[in-house]
């Protein structure tokens, strides 16, 4: 008798363990958040650059009205710029190779919740 209150109670464990692991792989990919740029309203073309400054580095390519790229879901402080209004701040567009990129925040719109297309 108690070999098999065991092996009934061993049954119970393994089973909660699977429902909590379950939970737990469920639950953990929605919490996720992704973040795009697309240019802002009235910008036609925002130029991705090599550095957050537009004094150094170079322009490796250019993001046109309706495309997206995948970014960091936040600006950084970097060099500043005129266009767009002017400010200093930037977003990271993750590149290939762990080259980085980067777009003026103010000439670009982020939306969450979008891979890049």
Do not use: H
Not at 9 to 20: D, L, Q, R, S, Y
Not at 24 to 40: D, K, L, N, W, Y
Not at 74 to 95: D, H, L, R, T, V
């Amino acid at each position: 008798m108690t070999t098999v209150k065991r092996r009934a109670g061993a049954a119970t464990a393994v089973a909660v363990m699977a429902m909590t692991a379950s939970v737990f792989i469920i639950a953990e990919p929605a919490s996720a958040v992704t973040c795009s740029v697309t240019p802002a309203p009235g910008v036609s073309a925002v130029s991705i650059r090599s550095q957050k400054s537009t004094s150094t580095g170079y322009v490796t390519g250019t993001l046109y009205a309706g495309q997206y790229l995948p970014s960091l879901c936040q600006s950084e402080s970097g060099g500043y710029y005129n266009s767009c209004g002017g400010s200093s701040y930037w977003i990271y567009i993750p590149g290939e190779l762990n080259f980085p990129r980067w777009v003026a925040a103010a000439c670009v719109r982020l939306v969450k919740d979008r891979v890049g297309t």
